[in-house]
C-alpha cells in the first residue's frame, strides 16, 4: 500500500519513456518490409512498377545509423565510456561468421557452374574486394551480371563504422558529432553534384571513394543525437509524438516511394518513419508492424539479405518469372534464413553477449519511465538488421 505521506511521482516525461525503451520492435518490421522489397527489386528489376525504384537499402542504412549511434550513445550514459573493443569484437562475431560463410559457398559455386562465362571471371576478379569490404569502392556494377554485387552495402556500413564510434566516443560536446555529421553530408552531396555535372573529374574508384558516405546512415545518425537529448527530443516529439504521427509518416513515405522521391528526401521520410515508431510505446500502426510473422523476419533479415540472391537464381533455374519467381525466392530465402539463424548465428550471438555486460558507471541508473517493452537490449550491430 502506497504511503499517503509521500507525494506521488510525477508522470515520466515523453524523452523519460523513449530512454526507457530496451527494444524498438516497430523495426523489425520496417526490416522485414525493406527486404521484401529488396528481393522484389533483385528478383524483377527495376522496371518493375512496385519494385523497381531502389531505394530500400536507404531504410536499412538509416534503421543502421539509429540503432548503432543510439546503442553507442546509452553505453556511454551508462558506463561512462565507450569501449571500442566490445564493439568491435562485437560486431566481428555478428556479421564476419555469416558474411564469409555464404561468400565461401559463391566461391564454391562460381567455381562449380561459371567456368569460362564473363560473369565468372569477374566475380574472381572482384573476390579481394569482397573480402575486405571494399566492393562499394572497386566493383564496377557496368557489367550485365556481377556476382555477389549486393555485398556494396555491407562494405559502405563497415567502412562508415569504423571511423563513427571513435568520433562518439572521443567527442568532448555534444556539437561536435553532430557538426562532423553535418560536414560529410554537405561535402558528400557537393562532391555528387560537381561530379555529375562534370566540373569535378575524377577517376572511377577514386569518385566511388570520395562519395562512398551513405547520406541515409548519416540521417539515421543524426537521428539518434536528436532523440538522445531531451530538447531536441522534445523538437521532434511536436511533430512526431502522437499517435497518428507513425501512420501518417508512413504514408508519406509510401507517397513518396510511389512518386520517385529522390533521396536524400526519401531518406528523410524514412527518417520520419523510424522517429515515429521508436518515440512511444502506443503509435498507430506499431501493433501491425510489431506482429510475430513481421517481427521474426525482421530478426532473421541478415540472413535473408546475404542469402536472396542464391534464392534467386534457384528460383530462375526452375524456370519461374515474374511473381511466381519473386515468391519462390522469398520462400527459399526464409528456409535458408531461418536454418542459418537457429543452427549457425543464435550461438554466435550467446558468444557476442558476453562482451555486451559491463558494470554501469557510479551513480548511473535507468532513465525514470514505465516498462513498456521486454527488457532486450537495443539491438544495433547487424547491417541487414541494423
Known sequence: MADPARPAAPPASPHQVFRSIRYFDTLDGLRALAIFFVIGHHALGPDDSLFGYGTHFALFFAISGFLITTLLLRERDKHGDISLRRFFIRRAIRLYPLYYTVLAMYVVLVWALEGGTEAGAGFWKNLPAYLTFTANWFVSLEADRVIFYFAWSLAAQEQFYLVWPWIVKHSRRRWMPAAFLAVVFAVDLLLEGLLH??????????????????????????????????????????????????????????????????????????????????????????????????????????????????????????????????????????????????????????????????????????????????????????????
Open 197 to 386: 555535372s562534370g566540373v569535378l573529374r575524377l577517376g572511377t574508384t577514386a569518385a566511388r571513394v570520395v562519395t562512398s558516405p551513405s547520406a541515409p546512415i548519416l540521417i539515421g545518425c543524426a537521428l539518434a543525437y536528436a532523440l538522445h537529448w531531451a530538447r531536441s527530443f522534445d523538437v521532434v516529439h511536436a511533430v512526431l509524438g502522437r499517435r497518428w504521427s507513425l501512420p501518417a509518416a508512413f504514408a508519406a513515405m509510401a507517397a513518396g516511394y510511389a512518386l520517385r522521391v529522390p533521396n536524400p528526401w526519401m531518406t528523410l521520410l524514412m527518417a520520419g518513419v523510424v522517429a515515429a515508431g521508436c518515440i512511444r510505446p502506443d503509435a498507430g500502426l506499431k501493433q501491425a508492424l510489431s506482429n510475430r510473422v513481421l517481427a521474426y523476419l525482421g530478426t532473421i533479415s541478415y540472413g535473408l539479405y546475404l542469402m536472396h540472391m542464391l534464392a534467386i537464381n534457384v528460383s530462375r533455374k526452375l524456370s519461374l518469372s515474374g511473381w511466381a519467381l519473386y515468391l519462390a525466392a522469398l520462400a527459399i530465402t526464409i528456409v535458408a534464413a531461418s536454418l542459418s539463424y537457429r543452427w549457425f548465428e543464435t550461438p554466435l550471438l550467446a558468444l557476442k553477449d558476453r562482451f555486451a555486460g559491463r558494470r554501469p558507471a557510479p551513480g548511473w541508473q535507468t532513465p525514470a519511465g514505465p516498462a513498456v517493452v521486454p527488457a532486450a537490449p537495443v539491438a544495433g550491430d547487424n547491417p541487414a538488421t541494423a
